[in-house]
């Protein structure tokens, strides 16, 4: 599986506006090309975007990506045109290679309230999955990306390209509690039921049954004892877990870890390229805007990874990545 963007920018792209720019998708399209043109042969499965929400919303929104923007209309804006370069880069590559399989990572937090008898909080929840997951699979297959959160915006566009994919990348974590809360700046607080040391290295809670709930936000969001039916209301094609574990420098550190049944056919290895989230993730190297060089081994798997700001303009150069 090669993976076309995960987080990863050329500096001059990011410096002409990067997804911001109307014409983002097809300049990612013309990228595209290229590289089907000198690796079709050799790659199955095809990721256009990988997470698109993630790097919206951290990016334009709450400011932890690069460029560091807290701007809800900006990371709209963003999204949507991440979804509209999947279409782009989607129609390109089944144009050079019909017989390719492409696909988009959706990362999926399950979004809960904390407070069930608290209605604005589960609303809030609501809300959330709604425009933070849910969205990425409506727009895969409807071609309509609907976004909207009282407070935060909206946003709403018809690429009238329904089913431009072939499979939909799961990456599931964790889930998140959010209670409303009208005197801060983002009208919503982030809750914890558990204690620190229960959380892991990211802060995030262990929370295995949610990948049954996010499968079932794709597969069948109705019906919970269909939830993992692949022949369902909203798609029949293919779900691979692409990203799914826990950050855990210190195993084990009182994060109960329970014997779960296996739930789905396929999990693919990290890629090199999914190694910078790995990064992030651990806390040793965090997000800065000055020029840095980093070359790292990683058994069998070698990547350079060239000047810039991690993680947005990294450029990861494909033969610097052996083996993988």
Same mark, same amino acid.
């Given at each position: 599986m090669l993976y076309l963007h995960h987080f990863t920018n050329p500096i001059w792209f990011d410096q002409k506006g990067g997804f911001e720019r109307d014409d983002s998708p097809e300049i990612?399209? +013309?990228? &595209?090309? %290229?590289?089907?043109?000198r690796l079709g042969s050799?790659?199955?499965l095809w990721s256009t975007i990988n997470e698109p929400n993630i790097y919206a919303v951290e990016g334009y929104y709450r400011g932890t990506f690069p460029p560091g923007l807290r701007d809800s209309g900006r990371a709209i804006v963003v999204f949507r045109n991440l979804l509209r370069a999947h279409t782009a880069c989607y129609r390109v590559i089944k144009n050079l290679r019909p017989d390719a399989q492409i696909g988009l990572l959706a990362n999926i937090f399950v979004f809960v309230s904390p407070q069930p008898w608290n209605l604005l909080d589960v609303m809030l929840a609501h809300f959330l999955n709604n425009a933070f997951s849910v969205s990425v699979v409506d727009y895969l297959t409807t071609g309509v990306f609907d976004f909207s959160i009282p407070g935060v915006g909206s946003g709403h566009y018809d690429s009238g390209v329904p089913e431009a994919f072939d499979f939909?990348?799961?990456?599931?974590?964790? +889930?998140?509690?959010?209670?409303?809360? *009208?005197? &801060? $700046? =983002? %009208?919503?607080? $982030?809750?914890?039921?558990?204690? +620190? =040391?229960?959380? &892991?290295?990211?802060?995030? $809670?262990?929370? *295995? $049954?949610?990948?049954? +709930?996010?499968?079932?936000?794709?597969?069948?969001?109705?019906?919970?004892?269909?939830a993992l039916r692949m022949i369902s209301s909203r798609t029949a094609k293919p779900i691979f877990i692409t990203e799914n574990g826990i950050a855990d420098d210190s195993l084990p550190k009182g994060i109960p870890v329970p014997q779960a049944k296996p739930l789905v056919l396929r999990s693919r290895r990290w890629t090199c390229v999914t190694r910078s989230a790995l990064l992030n993730s651990t806390g040793r190297y965090t997000a800065s805007h000055e020029p840095t060089r980093i070359v790292e081994t990683t058994g069998d798997n070698v990547c350079r990874r060239t000047a810039g700001s991690f993680p947005s303009v990294w450029e990861v150069r494909a033969h610097d990545c052996r083996d993988r």
């Open positions: 990612l399209a +013309r990228f &595209t090309s %290229k590289v089907v043109e050799k790659v199955r939909v990348g799961l990456n599931y974590y964790s +889930r998140l509690l959010y209670h409303v809360d *009208p005197f &801060t $700046e =983002e %009208k919503m607080v $982030e809750v914890h039921r558990l204690p +620190r =040391e229960e959380l &892991t290295d990211k802060g995030w $809670e262990n929370y *295995p $049954e949610g990948l049954y +709930r996010a499968l079932r936000m794709i597969s069948y969001p109705e019906g919970l004892y269909r």
